[in-house]
């Protein structure tokens, strides 16, 4: 099984990063390609770079056919409803991935992301899914993502102590971490705090093996439906 | 990996449906075990059956604790919340199984099921996680349960002339089958109808070897904290 | 007319307690019979305990079928659809009765009941009947069930204290008690802080009073549909 | 107990008709008082005729303090919140009464009332109070609030057409009819089409009993807190 | 164009305060009509003014037909529906009109009003207008309306420091001012924190001055059809 | 005052009937540019479109900084929030003008758009902009945009006859437009049906000339702060 796993943002060493955290979770024989786009942010920290991420990400997604699921990773789900129109293979956001995982374990969740400005995108998503009744808040720790990169930021301390304050005023039950990069601290945080705490890298690589395995695919009628091939065309003219 | 199958019902042939359908769903090395309590209704058709199967249902949990994960294999998901304080395993129902799939390779499905005096409970299940917003409409197909497992019925023609309505009538991008002896008509249904037709117990076998798979344990905090042992002594008292 | 008043636990004196409360709301004319099942958990927290207590209380019913409306005397309003199912008179919770009326006198309500393992069932139940969005919050006092039948204990204090916390900071207009066994603290707490305080118990005896003296009966369609009499006889074999 | 009734519009003979069912409906002991205010419209179809009530509405709650609770026996609950602001007795609309009680009798329930101007504001009164999740559809008969009072109109023939249409659309399990004059179908509506059939008068009467029996009073504190005396003096100069 | 703007209650200042920040905001060739009923409560302070200044304010649209639209100058938005069914011009509140602009302007504002006891009305508003999912909280600055009117007051401290609240614990991105009589605070707030401070009076204004330049008209189908002129004359016998 | 209508694909014929519409809605004194970019799709019908248009759309922005407002002239409002990051000025969609405009002037409006692949994208708007719950359906007439612009076709007639059946089944009190390129068929059609019908160009028109009437900005603080100097260069490295 061949799962292809993008950061829609252009920092190749947070490709590496995910790249990692995506192989230790898969099965043997599960194939990740972790890949991204070559132009675009270098970052995706709210709406702005979201959308000028778009481009790339796609065209990633459309020059990388051969593949039995895809994984967005980057935890606003960037473009995740246009990738459904242009494969039919299954698309996961880490998101999504992580929000669906922990309202099956949890009454209720909470989510730590970095900075603040990203908080309204995940609430939107998280309505978007219908799971916000299920997220006690969207809290952010004002790390920002390559801050997540640099060895010597005190990153993990602002995240646990975040986290500390979810389990006290939001009466959280599981933590999910709002950043494809913080995927090496769900282990050692969970462990801390003594409660389920999830990474979506991981969570979407499992959930790709699981739909891929049940040879899912992603409805060809009505909002997923694929753009018709002369449109395809005039929008990759390479083609 | 060791997968617990429970059929709340008493009615061993269904059991065998259902235990053939995760079987065929797992992974290589994933170990079914499909079981059923020896006392409570022979079909779960509506609240109150859900009621009398919860005292044979955790009980079976209780003796089965050498598994990795737990599977509930009927479509309204019979007591969740409270398997999920009796073991730390992750449990998963098919109902909830089925739609969080669903939910993320359309924008909107429908459910068929079987009487309409299952709907209320489904419809029930489905705002509680949140994912109503996605369900266009649960159907009835006046099918009973029992039904299902007899060759001769015209269930099947049912069936699909509800999945027909409901592609016409609610827009649906997708169909749950909703009951778990529905599970061997997934396949040709989708086929025959042109769109994603998700099964629950095999969406619930993958869903488990996931969780499992990523060493995932349901949230000790809050509403899933497991019983005092001097409470589930005095009510399994041959402990 | 006849109410029967049903303590799903299992200890005695907790159902005497609730007799004394439910005689004392009840008008001249009504009589009250309170019971409990023999086996099942001593109280009931969270789900497990409601769980493990459904077959004793369905159970109970049945055998009592002379009652012009049954009251399920837990705050949790533990298998009150199962209940419409087994019989066609008014079934009524005590926690639900209590959100009915704090609804009708308050624009908003907060519920101080027992454990934290407690509230995600009772959130799920407001949202469920709708009223969530007139409860500013669920409040847990850290007083067990059976604390509350204990003559040395602080629970009143506590309870208070909560009481207070919910006017100040959740804006709540009236509190609702959320447990059969803090029926006798009402009248004085709502003396001590100035504002309604509504037990269960008094609520749900006087709403059942109302609805049988309209000759109400459950309505037989749909969700609430009985059993058919094969599955009630296969799963109570003694009838 | 004394229950003073009102109907907010000017017509005598339906205040009449309202009161023949609350004391239809009342416990012996209790004294019904009917009143209408003598100025204001004539019957309430909709927003306008519902705002030029009030004042009449609230002028005649004011003159008649001697009563253990209020009834509004307006379907669309006219001044429902500004009359909880002048009295601390129970104020109870009879829209409100009927959907509290079709909720604990019915997963779901659909409301057939006269003119289609008058189906938003039931809407937005269910939505309000929670019970929107509760109700199927609100049904207009387009039989006008004065038709009810002629002997030879067609009304029951077409209220009964749309309750035929309810049940099989809207999948209801019981109906509420929505206005005050059609208090004395329903006994009859409901053994035609064999389901609860609700009537407000009778319902919120019940009610009014039930919270006057337990001495319940409408929060002073937040949105109910009384008008300053002088600016009641101010509003109601004769004081 | 000709826009009159409705003070609801009967205080001249407040009346002549609104006038002006009105023409302050009105485009030339814009002209404003600032009026306020004869009778009627001196302030609206939560449910029961807002209730009694009804009649009042309808008459008043009814005398004043020569215009193009109509601002309903109270932040509670009262009477909007019933001024609906009365006039076919746009109706506009200024609690709804800051309420849709500052959706279009933050992702979540918080509202900053006069008393507590005003504060379940203007929640019933969000949540009609379908808002309530924007804004964040509804905050009482515990200052009366017509302390606004009094130079030596310290009404503006109190504004400012809720304000500041709002930003640290509500995540707030924009501010409402909840009453008429803080349109001249606007400006001077916004400087002071920072973000956009929306005023009811001009945003209704701009409003009124869009739909009438759209030549808008408010629809005649269902809850804003016109009273028949038969009622209208028995309620105005003056016509 | 200088308003920026952006039609977000690129068909300049629709650009130019979109600047025609615009400009017959604004006021004298207002100076409107339509553009569009010079790469992306031809039309935007669904997610893929969509996010294929953003880098396109953003650039277009940013290249035009010398406007008081910005119009984003496509019916799933294209870009919106990522938009109101790049620039402080008044940022708005037309499906958003026109949903605000119809939800004051009816109680509940439905949409007529083009495909049926582009209606989940409006119900996700709708439900972010907190207006689903005004909005009776989103219906499709199966008219692609740009069968529109070719005067031969049936596109009116389909249009029409959707709208009839929204008033007979959705009880729609007002009509919206779905895209941009009905923006000329309005006034007809509202005049042939007797309702309200809305066309988003000119909505926003006129509330960009209110917004920017106003001064008003577009909060910085949160999910809409600029992105960073460094990061915007990095993305458009030409400046």
Redesign the interface.
């Given at each position: 099984m061949k799962i292809l796993v993008i950061n829609p943002n252009t920092t190749a060493s947070m490709t590496d990063h995910i790249g990692k955290a995506a192989r230790g979770?898969a099965?043997p024989g599960t194939e990740i390609t972790a890949v991204n786009p070559t132009h675009?942010?270098?970052?995706i920290e709210?709406?702005?770079?979201?959308?000028?991420s778009?481009?790339g990400l796609?065209d990633t997604i459309r020059r990388n056919p051969d593949c039995d699921a895809v994984v967005i990773a980057c935890f606003d789900d960037t473009?995740l409803?246009?990738a459904?129109?242009?494969t039919d293979r299954?698309v996961?956001g880490i998101g999504?991935a992580a929000y669906?995982?922990a309202?099956?374990?949890?009454?209720?969740f909470s989510v730590v992301t970095t900075l603040?400005?990203?908080?309204?995108?995940l609430?939107?998503n998280l309505?978007?899914?219908?799971?916000?009744?299920?997220c006690a808040k969207v809290r952010s720790s004002e790390v920002a993502v390559l801050e997540l990169e640099q060895p010597g930021s005190n990153a993990r301390q602002k995240i646990s102590a975040e986290i500390g304050t979810a389990?006290a005023e939001d009466?959280a039950?599981?933590i999910v971490l709002g950043c494809a990069g913080m995927a090496s601290l769900a282990a050692d945080l969970a462990q801390e705090h003594?409660?389920?705490v999830l990474d979506g890298v991981?969570?979407a690589v499992?959930?790709a093996?699981?739909?891929a395995?049940?040879n899912?695919?992603?409805?060809?009628?009505?909002?997923?439906?694929?753009?018709p091939p002369a449109?395809l065309k005039?929008?990759f003219p390479g083609e």
């Open positions: 979770a099965s675009g942010p270098v970052s709210g709406y702005f770079d979201e959308a000028m778009l481009a796609l473009g409803d246009a459904r129109c242009l299954p996961i999504e669906h995982f309202s099956m374990i949890s009454n209720k603040a400005r990203s908080v309204p995108a609430e939107h309505a978007r899914y219908g799971l916000d009744a299920r389990i009466r039950e599981a003594g409660l389920p991981t969570c499992k959930l093996e699981a739909m395995g049940l899912m695919r992603t409805s060809r009628l009505g909002g997923y439906a694929p753009p449109k005039s929008i």
